[in-house]
């Protein structure tokens, strides 16, 4: 979302050139969420020149709707929002049957707990750490404790499943998001907007 879109190909090559594990890509639909970004079209162009996994995250209504056509040009995670989908456990196991890792994500002020009963069915659990639909924003300080909620309802379960954190992550503050317990960090414009991309990820990839 924070690449620069009239130079796709180029931004697209310096990540696959970077440390960074993978592309974050956000789908807005201007419904779930007040902005539109890309689609599928975007995601073809992007799947032509990416050599490392495309996580597919969803911020539409309905995301059931499009879960096949998102796996067919070649997403590996797709993540949907809890509140965007009505039978959840049913999303989650299309999402498998396409083969796609599924990923489930909260809102800000969503709690962790409305996840206790499908847990194990998630490969990793998104926390959105703003509100939805901008990039730029600050990251909001309940993302701390939602965290270690998450961390210890994983545990407790013996669970595989990755805590991944969307929204103002920097490096100011990802390595307590680390510690709070997170394995994944999404960064977008504190790397897009660095003077040195590169090395930006290479430090957020680096902090112990």
Known sequence: LAADFSNLKSEVTMVNNSEAD????????????????????IIKSIKQYAKKPLDVHLMIHKPERYI??????????????????IHLHRTLTQIEDVGCKPSVVLNLTTPVSVLEDIIDKCYMVLLMSINPGFGGQKMEEITYKKIEKLRKMIDTNNSNTLIEIDGGVNLKNAKKLIDCGADVLVAGSSVFKSKNPIDTISELKNIN
């Not at 974050?24 to 599928?40: E, K």
């Not at 096949?68 to 989908?85: C, M, P, Q, R």
């Open 22 to 41: 993978w592309f974050h890509l956000d789908v807005m639909d201007g419904i779930f969420v007040p902005n539109i970004s890309y689609g599928i079209q």
């Open 68 to 85: 096949k056509d998102f796996a067919n040009i070649g997403a590996d995670i797709i993540s949907i929002h809890y509140e965007a989908t």
